[in-house]
């Protein structure tokens, strides 16, 4: 079983912030899996369900980002689980927008929800890194990441939850490079054709005249050999 565990903000002011793709993630996972209905438990908003015979549990902390930890660790302890059967999906200022990333255990780079995992369980899980962007200043980072996503910014996000979406499975089943996969078919599908595109066209060439119709006389023909 694996714990899938999406990070942000709870309640309807916070819902569009880029802090918060991470609950965004989880909610195109439940919606396209037909995961059960999301319940209040381990101090968040949880569903179950499965992807094929892979039963996994969708975790949404609702203690605020800063504490996040606190949930994650009362849900692993429900369903006996180790860190390394815990996957987080987080917002990531590092990558640039739509950009996913997986990594295994490592660093918390200074992400608070991601900080307060590491004092709860330990370095050693799994996290999807959802880019988001940088505003070119770290004095700008607290405004930017706690502000909702603009109009420009849908298209790219739409892309990103699908295919978040689309590949989740392989990560319930262990196979990260197949989540890749099918998160870039999604945010950069392959062209169609032969991959001929924008070749300078090639001259043709110019059509073989038909042969004129000789009218000589045999006679005339004879001495045209001699001359």
Do not use: C
């Not at 689980?81 to 640039?96: K, Q």
């Not at 590491?118 to 607290?142: N, Q, T």
């Not at 590949?167 to 996969?181: E, M, Q, R, T």
């Not at 945010?187 to 070749?199: D, E, F, I, Y």
């Amino acid at each position: 079983m694996k714990l899938i565990v999406g990070l942000g903000n709870p309640g309807a002011k916070y819902a569009g912030h880029r802090h918060n793709i991470g609950f965004m993630a989880l909610d195109q996972i439940a919606s396209d899996h037909g995961f059960a209905a999301w319940k209040g438990k381990h101090q968040g908003s949880l569903s179950e369900g499965r992807f094929g015979s892979a039963r996994a549990a969708l975790l949404k902390p609702e203690t605020f980002m800063n504490n996040s930890g606190q949930s994650v660790q009362a849900a692993m302890r429900f369903f006996k689980l180790e860190p390394s059967d815990v996957i987080v999906f987080h917002d990531e200022i590092d990558l640039a927008p739509g950009k996913v990333k997986y990594k295994m255990s490592g660093g918390h780079a200074g992400h608070n929800g991601l900080r307060s995992i590491h004092s709860h369980i330990g370095p050693d899980y799994a996290r999807v890194r959802l880019g988001v962007g940088h505003p070119g200043h770290k004095d700008k980072v607290p405004s930017y990441v706690l502000h909702d996503f603009s109009k420009a910014d849908q298209n790219w996000l739409d892309d990103v939850l699908r295919g978040v979406s689309d590949g989740v499975p392989h990560l319930a089943a262990g196979d990260p490079a197949k989540f890749s996969n099918a998160v870039a078919l999604r945010v950069t599908p392959p062209r169609s054709g032969t991959g001929q595109k924008n070749l300078p066209s090639q001259p043709q060439a110019p059509a073989p005249e038909p042969p004129q119709e000789d009218n000589r006389s045999a006679l005339q023909r004879l001495v045209e050999r001699f001359r």
